[in-house]
């Protein structure tokens, strides 16, 4: 799961991805680290503090990542991990929106044999607008944004003060 703003919103915004582009490589990879490093507890703090479940712990709040490139910040979960052998990236929606309890699965026995069962509620109850990720994205995103304009801006302003002096 990712979460993105778009840059159309504002201007100043705009403004920030093309000072952040036109940028030396050294002090570009400078900014994305600093970036990285100021955001990144705050994303793992909010997507904790929504999280509900041990499942959802698991799949979503130890796999929460950020991604810092020169044009976009990216917020990420259950892109990494595996949760008693099965990727995270398989667990995520489940684990994110819930699933109907009384669905049917087919599942194999050791000897081979298919049956069916209940899906059971270790998922917990739908939910359209998700339990931790997109709400936590919905609250985070702005935040988030401006750590990142600030974070640019002050080192592009260091870059001129040790270049000045």
Same mark, same amino acid.
């Given at each position: 799961m990712t !979460? *993105?703003? $778009? /840059? #159309?919103? =504002? *201007?100043d915004l705009q403004t920030l991805i093309a000072a952040a582009e036109s940028l030396d490589r050294e002090v570009?990879?400078?900014n994305r680290k600093h970036t990285r /490093?100021?955001?990144e507890p705050?994303? %793992? &703090? &909010?997507v904790t503090f929504r999280m509900g479940t041990r499942l959802q712990a698991r799949v979503l709040v130890d796999t929460a990542r950020v991604s810092v490139r020169d044009s976009n910040v990216t917020l990420k979960a259950a892109h990494? !991990?595996?949760v008693h052998g099965t990727p995270a990236d398989r667990l995520k929606g489940g684990a994110e929106f819930g699933a109907n309890p009384n669905k049917l699965?087919?599942?194999? $026995?050791?000897? !081979?044999? /298919?049956?069916? *069962? *209940?899906?059971g509620n270790a998922f917990g109850a739908p939910r359209r607008s998700g339990n931790v990720f997109h709400p936590a994205v %919905?609250?985070?995103g702005p935040r988030a944004? =401006? #750590?990142w304009m600030q974070t640019t801006a002050r080192t592009v302003a260091e870059t001129f003060d040790k270049a000045g002096a």
């Open positions: !979460g *993105r703003i $778009s /840059a #159309l919103v =504002s *201007r570009a990879a400078q /490093a100021n955001i705050m994303w %793992r &703090e &909010e990494i !991990g595996k699965i087919t599942q194999r $026995s050791r000897k !081979g044999k /298919a049956y069916k *069962r *209940r899906l %919905r609250a985070f944004v =401006s #750590l």
